[in-house]
């Protein structure tokens, strides 16, 4: 992940300076050398989320996360010594569980049945309210704070087209695919599913896209997808319908 970037003119909330070499609380262990350990870690992420999603990025205080959080605020710096780290992590964190939730994907499995599968989930992952929430944050300050939004996008955007792309180059040595840029590629079958059911979302419109129209998107941009870069008859079949229309919708799958 990208470094964070010097906040010397911005307005941040840093450790105080009585506070910059707190301890834990007795029956609160400190991170090792290796790491923090990941239940007291998920348990300060799992209290920033619930703040953050209540208060926004500039109405949360480390106070209330660490209230939230079940810690003391001393322990909180422990592990976070600015709420931009803090942000920044939780970011981090959702993005790649939920890239590691959609984007499971067995180059030996079918074609048609796993894109549909990563399409239905990537998109029932994007429509989440805590995550759409979560990305007007990270829109909303990216402007002062440009390394959040590259954080999210490596973690997330970025993590889901090289998974893709793993996946894709697999296919395409089986010769089921012809693709000249598996990244351009993976990046188009993505923002095909985001395009007319997340954008409107993220600027305002809080209106869930019913089962019919989700289905619509997934038909669309997989039909599309395989009618571009496949090479078999059941690809060009399913371009025009003639495959998806019997196959089953996937339900959504968990990101946490």
Known sequence: MASLPDFAHQRIERRPAGEQHAESEPGESAPSASGSPPTKQGQILRGAREVFLASG??????????????????????????????????????????????????????????LRGLACRYIHAMLEPGHIRTVRMVIGVGEKLPDIGRAYMQAGQEAGVARLSGWLRAKIAQGEFVIEDVEMAAWQFMLGCQGKLIMPML????????????????????GSFLGAFGTSRAAIGAHYGTELAGAPFPPPASAG
Request: with cysteine; proline share 4%; hydrophobic share 35%.
């Open 57 to 114: 990025f500039d109405g949360a205080s480390m106070g209330e996360i660490a209230r939230a959080a079940g810690v003391s605020k001393g322990t909180l710096y422990v592990y976070f010594d600015s709420k931009e780290n803090l942000f920044t992590a939780l970011v981090t964190d959702e993005c790649k569980r939920t890239a590691e939730a959609c984007f499971d994907l067995d180059p030996d499995g079918p074609t048609v049945e796993t």
């Open 203 to 222: 600027f305002g419109d809080n209106t869930r896209p019913d089962a019919a129209t989700i289905r619509n998107v997934v038909d669309q941009t997989v």
